[in-house]
């Protein structure tokens, strides 16, 4: 089973931007899906955004036009790029691996 560990996360004004990246400890290559998701309190896990081996991206209604998702296969890392983030994007993000494998979490907290 692949760890992953993400980073990236903080705190950031409304209006601005932050790159989640999430590491795994091995290669990536057979790995189909790699999908972002975030929790905030109170609420249920949910799907940011994943992507296929291919580079095919699907997103959240709430992430559509100001998310993108990527992923490097020769790093074995996946990207979150958030732009426009409003205080309803605070949550912890976390990385997935075809729903299996999930990472520990990264806080963001969008905030004036």
């Known amino acids: 089973q692949v760890q992953l560990v993400e980073s990236g996360g903080g705190l950031v004004q409304p209006g601005g931007s932050l790159r989640l990246s999430c590491a795994a400890s091995?290669?990536?290559?057979?790995?189909?899906?790699m999908g972002w998701y975030r929790q905030a309190p109170g609420k249920q896990r949910e799907l940011v955004a994943r992507i296929t081996s291919s580079g095919l991206p699907n997103y959240a209604d709430s992430a559509k036009g100001r998310f993108t998702i990527s992923r490097d296969n020769t790093k074995n890392t996946v990207y979150l790029q958030m732009n426009i983030l409003e205080p309803e994007d605070t949550a912890v993000y976390y990385c997935?691996?075809?729903?299996?494998?999930w990472g520990q979490g990264t806080q963001v907290t969008v905030s004036s």
């Open positions: 997935n691996a075809d729903g299996l494998s």
């Open positions: 091995r290669s990536i290559l057979g790995i189909y899906l």
